[in-house]
Nanobody, 121 residues
Framework: QVQLVESGGGLVQAGGSLRLSCAAS????????MRWYRQDSGKQRELVAT???????IYSDSVKGRFTISRDNAKNTVYLQMNSLKPEDTAVYYC???????????????WGQGTQVTVSS
């Protein structure tokens, strides 16, 4: 069983910063990549940032230069540092991990429960 637990969301004024965390626990034999998505009400879920097992990072154009994704392999935790926040960054942020639970299983996606980020103008 794999669990992803997010934390760090909240309410912040425009221009402020927040750091989200996502800890993976349970059977996590090999983590291929971890990602942050976000979804605002009435909109499609958007991929925000990716970090691979080789520490390659990819960002959406909407957050490039403002957000930084990083990981602590020893803790199986991924972070999303969000700076210069804008009201349009308001959304529920979801952690995603593509991983192999054991050596004899193929990789699949797992999701956290989501954490609300609200940026006031």
């Amino acid at each position: 069983q794999v669990q992803l637990v997010e934390s760090g969301g909240g309410l912040v004024q425009a221009g402020g910063s927040l750091r989200l965390s996502c800890a993976a626990s349970g059977s996590t034999f090999s983590i291929i990549a971890m990602r942050w998505y976000r979804q605002d009400s009435g909109k499609q879920r958007e991929l925000v940032a990716t970090i691979t097992s080789g520490d390659t990072t990819i960002y959406s154009d909407s957050v490039k230069g403002r957000f930084t994704i990083s990981r602590d392999n020893a803790k199986n935790t991924v972070y999303l540092q969000m700076n210069s926040l804008k009201p349009e960054d308001t959304a529920v942020y979801y952690c995603n991990a593509n991983l192999r639970p054991t050596a004899w299983t193929t990789s699949r996606d797992y999701w956290g429960q989501g954490t609300q980020v609200t940026v006031s103008s």
